[in-house]
């Protein structure tokens, strides 16, 4: 599901043979070999649309009929939707429509055009708030990530990670996507604390370093804290790789650049060194991210009092 800056679903009409009828469709399409869903969908989307998102989120994966077939369909939500000029090449039989979740749900009781069967159950999908997001808050979603970015920004906390790398050749047909749940809860309490925080998961996203880099350059914080954690305490250190190459990648950015999670906390020193992040949080966290929040805010550079922070003198 593709949506427009205004909340409009991008939808595709064209005819299908096997059924003698024109269908409404979201767009899709197969996932080449040693190709990642992500990567696929991105390609699939332009070609029959040439429409390009900003933005792309996996909701999760489900076979498609179990009982006959292995195979997997991908979720994909994407926002800000935009139209780019066709290129040769690209599917011209295709139609293009945007239209809102209340008409589209209009003409699934009408049943005209023909509704596919994936569009119908991802919507119910959706609804039933079985895919982590409601189809009628999802327009509000996209408007308040428009507006975070125009608000002055205090923290973006990242949860790293590269799938391709940890997880290799199975990341194709598996999501081997953790929910950063600590980053969750210390985004929770800054928040209460009256800081400005938001969050980059770009093991969910997929992002490279460089696009996780481009995202905090836009999003402009005083401090992009990069947080590692698991399910299982190696969890964090095969994700280190990972935050080096973001650690990196972030010293293009005016922001200052933190270092936290299991791996840190365990070897603070040689991770500070090695990383050459502006500082390095020890312990849980969202104590010493408070305090050097406000150290930052006020301006001081003084943070010999941050507990639990390790920094170069």
């Given at each position: 599901?593709?949506?427009?800056?205004?909340?409009?679903?991008?939808?595709?009409?064209?005819?299908?043979?096997?059924?003698?009828?024109?269908?409404?469709?979201?767009?899709?399409?197969?996932?080449?070999?040693?190709?990642?869903?992500?990567?696929?969908?991105?390609?699939?989307?332009?070609?029959?649309?040439?429409?390009?998102?900003?933005?792309i989120?996996?909701?999760?994966?489900?076979?498609?009929?179990?009982s006959?077939?292995?195979?997997n369909?991908?979720?994909?939500?994407g926002?800000?939707?935009?139209?780019?000029?066709?290129?040769s090449?690209?599917?011209?039989?295709?139609?293009?429509?945007?239209?809102?979740?209340?008409?589209?749900?209009?003409?699934?009781?009408?049943?005209?055009?023909?509704?596919?069967?994936?569009?119908?159950?991802?919507?119910?999908?959706?609804?039933?708030?079985?895919?982590?997001?409601?189809?009628?808050?999802?327009?509000?979603?996209?408007?308040?990530?428009n507006?975070i970015?125009?608000?002055?920004?205090?923290?973006?906390?990242?949860?790293?990670?590269?799938?391709?790398?940890?997880?290799?050749?199975?990341?194709?047909?598996?999501?081997?996507?953790e929910?950063?749940?600590?980053?969750?809860?210390?985004?929770?309490?800054l928040?209460?604390?009256?800081?400005?925080?938001?969050?980059?998961?770009?093991?969910?996203?997929?992002?490279?370093?460089?696009?996780?880099?481009?995202?905090?350059?836009?999003?402009?914080?005083?401090?992009?804290?990069?947080?590692?954690?698991?399910?299982?305490?190696?969890?964090?250190?095969?994700?280190?790789?990972?935050?080096?190459?973001?650690?990196?990648?972030?010293?293009?950015?005016?922001?200052?650049?933190?270092?936290?999670?299991?791996?840190?906390?365990?070897?603070?020193?040689?991770?500070?060194?090695?990383?050459?992040?502006?500082?390095?949080?020890?312990?849980?966290?969202?104590?010493?991210?408070?305090?050097?929040?406000?150290?930052?805010?006020?301006?001081?550079?003084?943070?010999?009092?941050?507990?639990?922070?390790?920094?170069?003198?």
């Amino acid at each position: 599901m593709a949506l427009t800056k205004k909340g409009k679903m991008l939808m595709v009409q064209q005819y299908r043979h096997s059924v003698g009828a024109t269908t409404l469709e979201f767009p899709s399409g197969y996932v080449d070999k040693d190709e990642m869903p992500e990567d696929a969908i991105k390609r699939e989307l332009e070609e029959e649309t040439g429409f390009i998102c900003d933005r792309i989120l996996c909701l999760g994966s489900f076979k498609v009929v179990p009982s006959r077939l292995k195979t997997n369909a991908h979720i994909f939500i994407g926002f800000n939707a935009k139209k780019r000029k066709l290129r040769s090449g690209m599917d011209r039989k295709i139609k293009t429509i945007l239209i809102t979740g209340n008409k589209y749900e209009e003409l699934v009781r009408k049943s005209s055009p023909r509704i596919d069967a994936l569009g119908i159950s991802f919507i119910i999908l959706l609804r039933q708030g079985l895919l982590n997001l409601r189809i009628q808050n999802i327009r509000i979603s996209v408007v308040k990530r428009n507006q975070i970015v125009n608000k002055s920004l205090d923290i973006v906390l990242i949860n790293p990670g590269d799938k391709r790398q940890v997880y290799q050749g199975l990341a194709v047909e598996m999501a081997a996507v953790e929910p950063p749940y600590w980053i969750a809860a210390i985004a929770g309490y800054l928040r209460e604390k009256g800081f400005a925080v938001a969050i980059i998961d770009a093991s969910a996203e997929n992002l490279s370093p460089d696009e996780t880099s481009s995202k905090v350059s836009r999003l402009n914080p005083l401090l992009a804290a990069v947080i590692v954690y698991g399910s299982q305490p190696s969890a964090s250190t095969q994700n280190m790789t990972s935050v080096g190459n973001i650690i990196k990648a972030l010293r293009s950015t005016s922001c200052k650049i933190a270092v936290g999670g299991l791996h840190p906390s365990a070897l603070p020193e040689r991770t500070l060194v090695e990383t050459r992040a502006d500082f390095l949080i020890e312990g849980e966290g969202p104590y010493t991210l408070e305090c050097l929040l406000s150290a930052l805010k006020k301006g001081s550079a003084d943070y010999s009092s941050v507990p639990g922070l390790w920094f170069f003198l």
